[in-house]
């Protein structure tokens, strides 16, 4: 069976970090882009990061760029995200899938809820 797992979330103040990770059973994320999305109450989902399966580069959105980190790690066949920095408009479900794209994703995990309050 095909499937990502994400984990990692919680409850954090702002400033403060967390590191998502997205694990996977039945596939090997290093021969996939792997695309971390998050998707708040009454908002669309959302494209967060991207990373390439050809030759490891990464894309953010303007809004995390210099706080958010996406990462692979092979052997353990996972993708992470490191989060520092948080802000409360960071709340929200975060997912991985298989792609860069909301569209074109045709794998998803079930999702990791993100909170950012104090």
């Known amino acids: 069976q095909v499937q990502l797992v994400e984990s990692g979330g919680g409850l954090v103040q702002p400033g403060g970090s967390l590191r998502l990770s997205c694990g996977a059973s039945?596939?090997?994320?290093?021969?996939?882009?792997i695309g971390w999305f998050r998707q708040a109450p009454g908002k669309e989902r959302e494209g967060v990061s991207c990373?390439?399966?050809?030759?490891?580069?990464?894309t953010y959105a303007d809004s995390v760029k210099g706080r958010f980190t996406i990462s692979r790690d092979n052997a353990k066949n996972t993708v992470y995200l490191q989060m520092n920095s948080l802000k409360p408009e960071d709340t929200a479900v975060y997912y991985c899938?298989?792609?860069?794209?909301?569209?074109?994703?045709?794998?998803w995990g079930q999702g990791t809820q993100v909170t950012v309050s104090s």
């Open positions: 039945g596939l090997i994320l290093d021969y996939f882009t």
């Open positions: 899938a298989t792609d860069c794209s909301v569209v074109d994703a045709l794998v």
């Open positions: 990373i390439s399966s050809s030759d490891g580069s990464t």
